[in-house]
């Protein structure tokens, strides 16, 4: 019997371990991302802190700085032109989403025919939330879920019919309105703060090395939602087994 549940442990514990770290520096498979993640040579504008590991390719990191570019024919200028201030956290976050090889724990499928997974509720840090609604409260859309509900005919993305330009601000009332509704709940609005090992920044200083591997490793031990992961739950399967023994 204790030969038993120490053949039981052990496979229990070395499956939960597998699958802590098989979240961990992976890339989506999604329309543009590596299919593993590594070093660049060099990334354009605002990807370059990804560069050292990165799960976007330098053709990638450029597309992500075009208006209406190559990657999703998608036109940030449908209600008139983006402020340039509200721009640059638009290409912040297809750098995060195309180039991070820390979102391993809020991957999760999709149903899209461009794509067979997306993120989902990554914690986003505070400052970076903010700060993205501050820079855009005064440009203007149509739409709340940038998603879906656009008129492609033309190829491009265009506001429906009889929908009107607004303002972010009314659009979006609250940063969280913004960071969590404009992508399907992509990201998860929190009041967690950078720096403190929590949450998915945006924005950093490579030279300080990238935060967002330490917060993705926190994850994957504690869950996504830093609830106990479901895997744990394999702690329990010695006792389940013997119990049937």
Same mark, same amino acid.
């Given at each position: 019997m204790a030969a038993r549940w120490a053949v039981l442990g052990l496979l229990a514990a070395c499956v939960a371990s597998a699958a802590k770290e098989s979240v961990l520096n992976v890339c989506m498979d999604a329309k543009h991302h590596k299919t593993q993640p590594g070093p660049e040579g060099?990334?354009?504008g605002q990807c370059a802190p990804w560069k050292d590991n990165a799960c976007c390719t330098a053709e990638? !990191?450029?597309g992500a700085h #075009?208006? #209406? !570019?190559?990657?999703? /024919? &998608? /036109?940030? /200028?449908h $209600? @008139?032109?983006m402020p340039e201030k509200c721009k640059q956290h638009f290409i912040q976050d297809t750098c995060l989403y195309e180039c991070s090889p820390n979102l391993g724990p809020?991957?999760?499928q999709a149903d899209n025919s461009w794509r067979r997974e997306r993120i989902l509720n990554v *914690?986003? $840090?505070k400052e970076d939330c903010e700060l993205w609604w501050e820079a855009c409260k005064d440009a203007v859309t149509c739409r709340e879920n940038w998603h879906k509900g656009w008129n492609w005919t033309s190829g491009t993305n265009r506001c429906p019919r009889g929908s009107t330009c607004q303002l972010f601000?009314?659009? &979006? *009332?609250? *940063?969280?309105d913004l960071c969590e509704k404009i992508w399907s709940n992509s990201y998860k609005y929190t009041t967690e703060h950078? @720096? @403190?090992g929590r949450c998915i920044q945006m924005w950093f200083d490579p030279a300080n090395g990238n935060p967002n591997v330490a917060v993705a490793k926190y994850y994957a031990q504690n869950g996504r939602d830093a609830s106990p992961a479901p895997w744990a739950v394999l702690l329990l399967l010695p006792a389940a087994l013997l119990s049937l023994l």
């Open positions: 060099a990334l354009h990638t !990191s450029t #075009q208006d #209406q !570019s190559y990657l999703y /024919n &998608f /036109n940030w /200028n $209600c @008139g032109v809020w991957i999760d *914690p986003l $840090c601000k009314y659009v &979006f *009332p609250r *940063p969280a950078r @720096g @403190g």
